[in-house]
Each structure stands twice: as structure tokens, then as C-alpha cells.
């Protein structure tokens, strides 16, 4: 499930095998990752019913969900989308940083025993470079994403990639903290070009490392900016 894609619209007929609850977490989801609920703002079951037209019980459902990704907090008050830290971010970036060095790794071995083909991740990284040019922030993360998605694919480990597709959708608020930084997505280029011609000559540990600091370079960004935004 793609967490940066749109969510359909409350006049769209759901799609075919979607139910209520799986829909509204995905508005839900929306609303917080971009910001439309914000971070450290309070809401009311009653509010949320009524501002997504959606009945209790499948709200309860998408509500559960959001609690255990850590994006949602119930508090005496209401529901409180818990604001940004420092120490949540060091702790995803972090369990990012070892998944992600895990499947780079897996994907490699897989490409040197002819078991994946890394023509699709080239071609991603071709756009993501093309992409560039058109200064747009939110294309470039999106394309960006895209990049790591397909590495989850070819890596074809299924443990893993579970793990961190969670770990993705609590770190996507933390993430986009880079639409700030212009220079960013040269570098992330760079780091993706480093992560592909491991993966592609098969090398398991050159592609584990370049994936683990290209995180970790990230990581260090978001510290940055984010020390900028939290309230003293």
C-alpha cells in the first residue's frame, strides 16, 4: 500500500474487496502523514465519524491500527496524533537502517544467483534523476520511495519486508522533513546510484553498507531540521 498515494475520495465507490475500516484507516492515515491532522492536535471519535462519514465500529478498527503504528494516542481528553521527537525518530531511522542494510544485502545475493532482475530498480533510478530537474519536493520523496519499494520486492525476503513496511508508516511523518533541504535530493541520488551498482554487481556487503549509511546520512538531515521545529 502506497501511505503517499491520495486517499479516494468519500464520493468514490470504495474499491472492490475494501471494506469500511480498511478505508478509513487509509484516510485516516493520509490526514497524518500530510498533515491535514496535525501533530499534537486532539479529536474526538465523534469528530472523526463525522468529518469521514464513517459509522463507530469500523473508526474503532481504523483508531486500533493507528495506535499500534504509534501515530495516534488516546488520551482522557480524546485522540492526540502525538508530536514529532527526537527519540522516535533516532529509533525508526535507526530500525530502518538494519532492514533496509538486510533486504540491500538480500536483493544483491538474489541478482548474483540469477534469481532477481535489477532492470525495474535502474529504470526507478533513472526517473528519480530526471525528476530532479523539475524541483518538485514531493515528486522527488515520491519517486525516491518508489526506489526502496522495488528493492523490498527483489529482495524476496517476506519477514523483513513486513517489518518494514510498519516501521515505514510511523517514519513517513519524519521523512518528508527533507522537502526543506533543496540540496537533499542530489545526495540521495548519489547514495541510490552507490546502493544500485552494489546490487547489480551482486555484492551483498558493498550493498548492506551503502544502504546503511545512505539511512544513516538521513538520519542525520532530519536530526537537523528537527531540532529546528520541536518546541524548547
Known amino acids: 500500500m502506497r501511505w503517499d498515494a491520495p486517499p479516494p475520495s468519500p464520493l468514490d465507490k470504495p474499491p472492490s474487496g475494501i471494506t469500511a475500516a480498511e478505508l478509513v484507516f487509509r484516510r485516516l492515515l493520509h490526514a497524518i502523514l500530510n498533515g491535514e491532522l496535525p501533530a499534537d492536535s486532539l479529536e474526538t471519535e465523534e469528530r472523526l465519524a463525522t468529518r469521514y462519514d464513517v459509522s463507530r465500529t469500523p473508526l474503532r478498527d481504523a483508531l486500533r491500527r493507528l495506535e499500534q503504528l504509534r501515530l495516534l ?11 514529532l521527537t527526537m527519540a522516535e525518530m ?12 538486510l533486504l540491500a544485502a538480500s536483493a544483491a545475493r538474489r541478482v548474483a544467483q540469477g534469481l532477481a532482475n535489477p532492470a525495474r530498480l535502474r529504470d526507478i533510478h533513472a526517473r528519480h534523476s530526471r525528476v530532479q530537474a523539475l524541483g518538485d519536493a514531493e515528486l522527488i520523496l515520491s519517486v525516491g520511495l518508489d526506489f526502496h519499494e522495488e528493492l523490498r520486492r527483489l529482495a524476496a525476503n517476506h519477514s523483513a519486508a513486513a517489518c518494514h513496511e510498519q516501521v515505514m508508516l510511523g517514519f513517513e511523518r519524519y521523512r518528508h522533513l527533507a522537502r526543506g533541504v ?18 547489480e554487481a551482486g555484492d551483498a556487503q558493498a550493498a548492506e553498507t551503502a544502504m546503511r549509511r545512505h539511512i544513516a546520512a538521513g538520519r542525520e538531515l532530519y536530526a537537523a531540521v528537527l531540532s529546528g521545529t520541536l518546541k524548547p
Open 90 to 101: 533516532h529509533e525508526l531511522s535507526a530500525t530502518r537502517e538494519v532492514l533496509e542494510g
Open 73 to 83: 494516542r488516546r488520551e482522557a481528553k480524546g485522540l492526540r496524533i502525538p508530536p
Open 182 to 199: 533543496p540540496e537533499r535530493p542530489g545526495h540521495i541520488a548519489d547514495e541510490h546510484s552507490e546502493i544500485l551498482d552494489a546490487i
